[in-house]
């Protein structure tokens, strides 16, 4: 018994139909799509499950960024508000050096990292969106220069903290010489001297060649007697013994003061505290911003999988099953198809040749097909 040919060509073309259901390959072989990417190192094939992972990931590394950039623009404020201050007392503008490195970098960091949490947002719709994709790039090559720019930032840093900065000695030595007739330098040097328990700039004696007394007060015909004695700001808060702050080099009777065992006003110039503390601070500033750097590689190196994921479909489909191509450093070559005039194709012309290529791709991938049964030939 024979089958008429169109019945035939029906049982053929079901049987086919049924076999593509079940085992042919998606229409898309992702397995190409590698191939696209130019000079890319390092080139991945990931799931829908990984890319939300990535992003799971990102999520924490900016809440982290963003909590530490509150942080530090805090601690910047603060040190400017303290030592920077003080600086300022003597040295106008030199306060405001490094509570700016550091406040700075990090608030455009923060800009930076809030954009890229709104934009990372919206890939997630669905829907393409090549604006915010490269909306994206734009973010983080940003990122990349300011990440270079904080590094020479934390080389300035230290190179300013480890400077001679003898300007602070002749500022503080300036304000000194007016300590007896310019109240406004009067103000700052007891502050300077209570605060950091310093006296005078290197050295405490060096109050001894000042005319420090205000002159206001003394009575005509007196004698000057700020050979030997200090403003009452150079006492040693931590002594145990009175303040002596007058005729300071002398043994006393009454308190059985004696300079050798209970001198009670500070040995250290302000000049010194200033310095320490503006090393301390420095290197302070220096491992902050180096953390911060790091903390920001991470997170660029996650947005840049997530944007180049993205970047081939110029959308997330939110499939199980998807699959996608991420890459750290190239770019994807997409193949344009021109007709013969050399222009792009029609809309039309670009869906009519994708569906030959789908029918050629099925015809290529399709399995042998059975024999027909015996009963039916």
């Known amino acids: 018994m024979t089958i008429p040919t169109s019945k035939k060509e029906s049982i053929e073309k079901k049987l086919r139909k049924s076999l593509l259901k079940k085992d042919a390959p998606p229409l898309v072989e992702m397995n190409n799509f590698p191939d696209n990417v130019k000079f890319g190192k390092p080139v991945l094939v990931v799931s829908y499950t990984s890319i939300k992972a990535i992003t799971g990931i990102t999520a924490i590394l900016l809440t982290i960024n963003i909590v530490y950039s509150l942080r530090l623009l805090y601690t910047a404020i603060k040190l400017r508000s303290n030592l920077g201050q003080f600086i300022n007392m003597v040295a106008s503008g030199d306060g405001d050096i490094l509570p700016s490195t550091q406040a700075v970098p990090v608030f455009i ?17 669905r829907t393409e969106d090549k604006k915010g994709n490269t909306i994206l790039f734009v973010l983080l090559v940003v990122s990349l220069v300011m990440v270079i720019v904080t590094w020479s930032v934390i080389i300035y840093i230290l190179v300013h903290a480890h400077k001679a900065r003898e300007h602070l000695h002749d500022g503080i030595t300036s304000a000194m010489k007016s300590y007896g007739n310019d109240s406004s330098s009067k103000r700052r040097i007891d502050r300077l001297q209570i605060e950091l328990q310093c006296c005078g700039s290197k050295r405490y004696d060096e109050w001894y060649n000042i005319t420090w007394i205000d002159k206001s007060l003394m009575k005509k015909g007196t004698v000057d007697h700020s050979d030997g004695n200090t403003p009452f700001s150079c006492c040693l808060m931590t002594s145990t013994f009175p303040c002596i702050h007058h005729n300071i080099e002398q043994t006393g009777k009454v308190y059985l003061y004696t300079p050798e065992q209970n001198l009670s006003i500070s040995t250290v110039g302000c000049f010194s505290k200033l310095r320490d503390q503006e090393k301390a601070v420095g290197w302070n500033i220096v491992g902050n911003l180096f953390l911060y750097t790091m903390l920001q590689l991470g997170l660029i190196v996650c947005l840049r999988f997530l944007q180049t994921g993205h ?14 191509v991420i890459w750290l450093i190239g770019r994807y070559a997409r193949n344009k198809k021109k007709d013969d005039k050399g222009d792009d194709l029609s809309d039309a012309s670009k869906a009519q040749m994708a569906t030959e290529e789908d029918s050629e791709e099925r015809r290529v991938h399709q399995p042998p097909l059975p024999p027909v049964p015996a009963e039916l030939r």
């Open 109 to 125: 960091f923060l800009v930076l990292n809030v954009a890229a949490a709104a934009v990372l947002m919206r890939l997630f719709n």
């Open 311 to 324: 970047s081939v479909h110029w959308t997330f489909s939110g499939h199980t099953g998807e699959k996608y």
